[in-house]
């Protein structure tokens, strides 16, 4: 039989993650720098509040799908595959009719009428991702992240290519629609085409539902209080802002957030399974948690500080000078992307240890830091007191995790101050790498 390119390629789960986060990276960045010349700041304002939407309704309902098959002792049976499955698709298509019932009167409170169209057609994108198949998480307990790495960058590839394509012909809001649908599609397509396992059948199972739905409570509660942290910008700056300044702003949060896919995905596939085992095992969770701090680790967290000390730079080369306000906000927010992977990891290692309510207590702590800020914003007048407030939003969190830890024994001084140090070397190299590239590039 002959070996396909993804069994030839000798990546470590870590590695695969890294390279595929920054071939990603580079793709969007370079289809950025291309539809900011092509569309108006008006787009990204309406593209900002219709995922926000799609955020929200996401989260309301939000069943914990990857956790619960992941974790499940049946998920290597197909027949209990098929009737989550069924359940998943059945969400997508419930999520679609919601969208497309609250598009006019969202569209009317935001006083933003070009937004009931688009919102309207870009729902279907819930009836595609209902479609995916759930064998890419089976494959996730066999350690298969090389796979999901190569999934993720094909969605980016086809979103990127597709949405160049369509801006430079439409020039409008629906190529962003078309190249999401189409990269909705591709990737459904892929998780079929890089997982082994064949498509599912439609198939009814009470005993499943009623298992699913007794797990999905616990998620419920983190992922609406997640739902409020996430998009809190969004709904306060959107109502706030002009539909100008605010896609500015959403052009800022979507650089800043472009390494917490590697955040996520390192937490998930690579710290989380490894305290797993270790406390399974009997062996030492500290030594399994504080191992995962590998070289990718450090490399993330000097990024990280580097984007808040160079924006002024990378808005600089991406953009033309329409777009230099977006720096102010992405060197704020980035202080958040910084803090994202430490975070996330410490979540998880909670609840490896069988604490998953770490994840509500969390998002309290971020939710009463947005509302003391949004107090505070209000008083003063000053919509910059309340982007500050979101761009801190991960230190209280990453506070009481390492307090956690502290609790219970595991934490690493030497490591947690290493950590820091390390983000702000990051931030003073970017700052010079900034000044320098003004001088350079004093006429671009």
Same mark, same amino acid.
């Given at each position: 039989m002959k070996e396909n390119w993804l069994t030839r390629v000798r990546l470590s789960g870590s590695s695969a993650l890294a390279l595929s986060t920054i071939v990603t990276n580079a793709i969007r960045l370079v289809s950025t720098m291309c539809l900011t010349r092509l569309l108006s700041p008006s787009v990204y304002g #309406? %593209? !900002? $509040? #219709? @995922?926000? $939407?799609f955020y929200m309704v996401n989260m309301i309902t939000d069943i914990g799908l990857q956790s619960y098959v992941v974790r499940h002792e049946r998920s290597d049976e197909p027949g209990f595959l098929d009737a989550v499955f069924s359940i998943h698709a059945v969400r997508g298509v419930f999520l679609a009719v919601i969208a497309t019932i609250l598009a006019w009167p969202i569209s009317s409170i935001m006083s933003k009428p070009q937004l009931f169209a688009p919102l309207v057609v870009s729902s279907l994108v819930f009836v595609i991702d209902g479609q995916v198949s759930l064998h890419q998480f089976r494959a996730l307990r066999d350690g298969m992240v090389q796979r999901f790495a190569a999934l993720d960058l094909v969605t980016g590839v086809s979103q990127t290519i597709t949405g160049i394509i369509l801006a430079f012909l439409l020039r409008n809001v629906w190529a962003i629609v078309g190249s999401m649908l189409i990269a909705s599609s591709v990737r459904a397509w892929c998780t079929y085409a890089l997982f082994p396992g064949g498509r599912h059948q439609f198939r009814r199972d009470r005993e499943v &539902? &009623?298992? @699913?739905?007794?797990f999905s409570r616990v998620v419920a509660i983190s992922s609406s209080l997640m739902l409020v942290v996430g998009q809190f910008d969004k709904l306060a700056l959107g109502r706030i802002l002009p539909l100008e300044k605010f896609g500015l702003y959403v052009l800022a949060a979507s650089l800043a957030s472009l390494p917490t896919a590697f955040a996520v995905n390192y937490g998930s596939t690579i710290t989380y399974p490894a305290v797993a085992a270790a406390w399974r095992e009997g062996r030492s969770i500290a030594e399994a948690y504080y191992g995962c701090w590998r070289r990718f680790f450090y490399l993330y967290a000097f990024a990280g500080g580097g984007l808040i000390g160079a924006a002024d730079l990378v808005v600089r080369i991406l953009y033309d000078r329409r777009y230099a306000p977006v720096a102010p906000y992405l060197s704020i927010l980035a202080v958040s992307t910084a803090l994202s992977l430490a975070t996330v990891s410490v979540e998880r290692l909670e609840v490896a240890k069988g604490r998953p309510r770490i994840s509500v207590e969390m998002n309290i702590i971020r939710l009463t830091w947005l509302a003391v800020g949004a107090f505070l914003g209000l008083m003063s007048g000053n919509s910059m007191v309340l982007v500050i407030t979101i761009g801190s939003v991960q230190v209280p969190a +990453? !506070? +009481? !995790? %390492?307090?956690? @830890? &502290?609790r219970t024994h595991l934490v690493s001084w030497s490591r947690e101050l290493s950590l820091v140090l390390v983000i702000v070397m990051g931030g003073a190299a970017g700052r010079i790498a900034s000044y320098v590239g003004e001088i350079i590039l004093r006429h671009i």
């Open positions: #309406i %593209v !900002g $509040i #219709i @995922l926000s $939407i &539902a &009623a298992d @699913l739905w007794s +990453y !506070g +009481y !995790g %390492v307090w956690r @830890l &502290a």
